[in-house]
């Protein structure tokens, strides 16, 4: 398998979940100092340009956050990272990750590419504190849910958890304050330690 990553970015959700599964994988680095043949390749099999980009064994590409976590969840079920198909578990999983995919992460998109939708300081700063007061609505959300819990959903760690934890960072990247989701920061402090965490985390460092 190979995944195609930047690092930070929200491929590092997979690569998170590759770890936590113990597969056999190969990081292909997609950014600045990525060579023209690999950029060529990465365009001709993800249309839209963008990580995770997951290439199976047998040639076949998955994209999309959310398919490739439910993927790899689906295909390693004795890790328990997901839940059975019709169970309401399973739907309460897919809850958060449509929150954190759809509303989360992509209230953090523009903060990225400020100066790609303006150049106008006044409009990016509206633009900057309108997602940031959406974010912390959300985080302040899931700062309840989290109440006496260790992880989003069945007192387990799930796709969701490898997912939140890693937009939970661009929070810190983006200088926003989060100490007063105090439930929030004592969960990402906690996933911090896992091995699966761990492990990815040191091996993007390299890559910045
Ligand atoms: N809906 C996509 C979003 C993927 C996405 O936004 N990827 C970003 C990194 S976090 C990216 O590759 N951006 C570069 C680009 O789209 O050109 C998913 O869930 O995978």
């Known amino acids: 398998m190979k995944l195609y990553f930047s690092p930070g970015a929200c491929s590092y959700a997979v690569h998170i979940v590759l770890e936590e599964i113990n597969a056999r994988f190969e990081l292909v680095y997609i950014g600045k100092k990525t060579n023209i043949a690999t950029l060529e390749r990465f365009s001709s099999i993800s249309p839209l340009k ?3 980009t997951l290439e199976l ?7 999309q956050s959310i398919s490739i976590l439910e ?14 198909i019709g169970s309401f ?9 449509s929150l954190i995919a ?31 007061s959406n974010i ?28 939140l934890f890693v937009v939970f960072q661009w929070a810190k990247y983006n200088h926003i304050e989060t ?21 990815a985390m040191k091996t993007e460092a390299n890559y910045f």
């Open 89 to 97: 578990d399973r739907t309460k999983i897919i809850t958060w990750l």
């Open 179 to 199: 100490d007063m989701f105090i439930f929030l920061e004592k969960y990402i402090n906690s996933l911090a330690m896992r091995k699966s965490i761990q492990r």
């Open 102 to 132: 759809t509303d989360i992460h992509k209230s953090f998109s523009p903060l990225f590419l400020l100066n790609n939708i303006t150049h106008d300081k006044t409009a990016q700063d509206e633009i900057f504190r309108w997602n940031e």
């Open 71 to 84: 993927f790899l969840a689906d295909m390693n079920p004795e890790y328990n990272l997901l839940a059975p």
């Open 136 to 163: 912390k609505r959300y985080f302040g959300l899931i700062n309840n849910h989290l109440n006496g819990k260790c992880y989003l959903e069945c007192d387990r760690f799930t796709i969701a958890d490898a997912y």
């Open 50 to 52: 963008s990580v995770p």
């Open 57 to 63: 064994d047998d040639g076949i590409i998955l994209t």
